[in-house]
């Protein structure tokens, strides 16, 4: 059985602050790893792929990435009202499963003033 | 580059009847998903197709369908609708079979909204 999963949240951090997403996945064989944000009312946007271990950081954002623990993490450095939004944790299973993404139920994460 | 697109953006129906969504892809893009979004359960799978056929299918019932085209626009059809078929119906474009390097990253369109009354 193939699932993704996160911490429901909600979390709600100061501007300025590290806000830090969580996701676990079931399959050792996973090989690609997605961050999506989606604002309310839209659709998923790509923010972060990682498909080796360690870090990516990319601007404000870092995705982490350790396969034996089979966890990926989301970190947002100096986090803005803008970043309010819903994160989205996918994974890329691979195998037959190629073309498909499965996805954690999301993080929404609040950044107040 | 243009990104994915989808019609039509809002889509209202009642129940028993069908309907078709269409979704084009990123150009150069050869596969499309279909994801089905609802608050209760969140981002679910419905099918991807790639080079015209069907690759990957998910738990849903046969009513929901899809197909490709030659030029990798995609249509999903979903027949007999239910009330329970209300939601946000996303298509996502990849290259997938781009080679070494190409980690099938999909890239969302903006959905179609379907009320079902």
């Known amino acids: 059985q193939k699932e993704v999963e996160q911490n429901s949240g909600p979390l709600s951090v100061p501007e300025g602050a590290i806000a830090s997403l969580n996701c676990t996945y079931s399959d050792r064989g996973s090989q690609s790893f997605f961050w999506y944000r989606q604002y309310s009312g839209k659709s998923p946007e790509l923010i972060m792929f990682i498909y080796s271990n360690g870090d990516k950081e990319d601007g404000r954002f870092t995705a982490q990435l350790n396969k034996a623990s089979q966890y990926v993490s989301l970190l947002i450095r100096d986090s803005q009202p803008s970043d309010s939004a819903t994160y989205l944790c996918a994974v890329n299973f691979g195998g037959s499963t190629l073309g498909r993404l499965y996805f954690g139920r999301g993080t929404q994460l609040t950044v107040w003033p | 580059k243009a990104g994915v697109t989808q019609t039509p953006r809002y889509l209202i129906k009642t129940r028993g009847q069908q309907v078709t969504l269409s979704c084009s892809p990123i150009?150069?893009?050869?596969?499309v998903s279909w994801y089905q979004q609802t608050p209760g359960q969140g981002l679910q799978f419905l099918f991807e197709?790639?080079?015209?056929?069907?690759?990957n299918k998910g738990n849903f019932p046969g009513r929901f369908s899809g197909r490709q085209f030659s030029n990798s626009r995609s249509e999903m059809n979903v027949s007999t609708l239910e009330l329970g078929d209300s939601a946000l119906y996303l298509c996502a474009s990849s290259l997938r079979g781009g080679g070494l390097g190409t980690h099938h990253e999909q890239f969302f369109g903006p959905g179609t909204r379907l009320t079902v009354l």
């Open positions: 150009s150069g893009h050869r596969s």
């Open positions: 197709y790639f080079s015209e056929t069907q690759r």
